[in-house]
């Protein structure tokens, strides 16, 4: 699968919500694009992850 | 041959710039040819657009505005005219932003804020000691009528949320994210992305501190997104947040939303 621009091994099937709160993502200050979609909150546990995907994911820090 | 002169398209039978200064005004005036302030005559041709300025004189009101863009790259100044760009936000990124779109003339802002101006604001935001205590959409939209009076300004005193978004924000051509809290960022972006697709959102992300300057960049990552900051240095505990880094990452946001009026889609 491909991650932020790189290719990372998918070791079992996943959703994504589980892919993200295993790495520690906060939910709250993230966006997600799946294969060019944003991917609503709501539908993080129902996005199974596959290798073909492209994923995108952009974190947002404090400040302004 | 047809110029423009002080934003007035006329016939003309003068060759140079300076023969148009000569004919309208005094020897020591400004003269812009074509975006470029000119110190040596320069020939004429069909379209050209030049401005004839008057130092310290109040021009009338017609000529104001194009005497204002006089500096613009033509053709741009039209183009930004007709831009809509919302700001949510009037923070350090919100109100440096809407200056810098005040001042190229961007037609129409939309400003959304639910905070008022205090003390520890102005290290960073385009406030002054007398607007301490005034709501920040009341305080800015002061300052933008007396940069560009041109423009349309409007305001809404609201938080925004998931429930308005929609409603606040449709029918713009960009947002541009302006909030301080990293919750409330993605929560704008996730459902500006949802729910209004054609918009472009231009976000701000990592501009703590006293960092490299260089280190704060424009970014796409999905194709409505832009985001700019370092996207790592947040402000916390130990790490403040400064007008020059807040204004480096409010310049990269307000260049791109620039870009985007003027059909630019790259970063």
Same mark, same amino acid.
């Given at each position: 699968m491909k991650v932020n621009g790189s290719f990372v091994a998918l070791e079992e099937e996943q959703s994504l919500y589980d892919y993200l709160t295993l790495r520690n993502f906060d939910l709250t200050k993230i966006a997600v694009e799946c294969n060019g979609n944003i991917v609503p909150k709501a539908e993080y546990k129902n996005v199974i992850l596959k290798e073909e995907d492209t994923l995108e994911i952009v974190r947002f820090v404090g400040g302004g | 041959m047809k110029i423009i002169i002080n934003g007035k398209e006329q016939e003309t039978t003068y060759q140079t710039a300076f023969q148009v200064r000569e004919s309208i005004g005094n020897p020591e005036d400004i003269v812009i040819l074509n975006g470029f302030q000119i110190n040596q005559d320069s020939p004429l041709a069909e379209n050209d657009i030049l401005s004839i300025i008057r130092k310290g004189v109040m021009p009338d009101e017609e000529e104001l505005e194009s005497m204002m863009m006089a500096?613009?790259?033509?053709y741009v100044h039209q183009r930004v005219k007709k831009g809509k760009v919302a700001i949510a936000g009037l923070g350090g990124l919100g109100s440096n932003i809407a200056v810098m779109l005040a001042r190229i003339g961007v037609g129409h802002l939309f400003l959304v804020d639910f905070d008022i101006v205090e003390p520890?604001?102005?290290?960073?935001?385009? &406030? &002054?000691?007398?607007?301490?205590?005034?709501p920040k959409t009341a305080a800015l939209k002061e300052q933008l009528e007396e940069i560009n009076p041109f423009i349309t300004i409007e305001t809404r005193d609201a938080k925004i949320s998931e429930e308005n978004v929609k409603e606040l924000f449709e029918g713009y051509d960009v947002i541009c994210e302006? *909030? %301080?809290k990293p919750d409330a960022k993605a929560m704008l972006v996730n459902t500006a992305l949802e729910q209004l697709p054609g918009c472009k959102i231009v976000s701000g992300s990592g501009m703590a501190g *006293? %960092?490299?300057?260089?280190?704060?960049q424009t970014r796409?990552?999905?194709?409505q997104l832009y985001v700019c900051g370092d996207l790592e240095n947040e402000a916390r505990i130990g790490s403040g947040l400064m007008a020059p880094r807040v204004q480096i990452c409010a310049g990269h946001q307000a260049n791109m939303i620039l870009r985007l009026l003027l059909g630019q889609e790259e970063v």
């Open positions: - | 500096r613009h790259t033509p520890s604001n102005l290290n960073r935001q385009s &406030y &002054y000691v007398r607007h301490l205590g005034m302006a *909030f %301080d *006293f %960092d490299s300057s260089n280190l704060i796409r990552p999905m194709k």
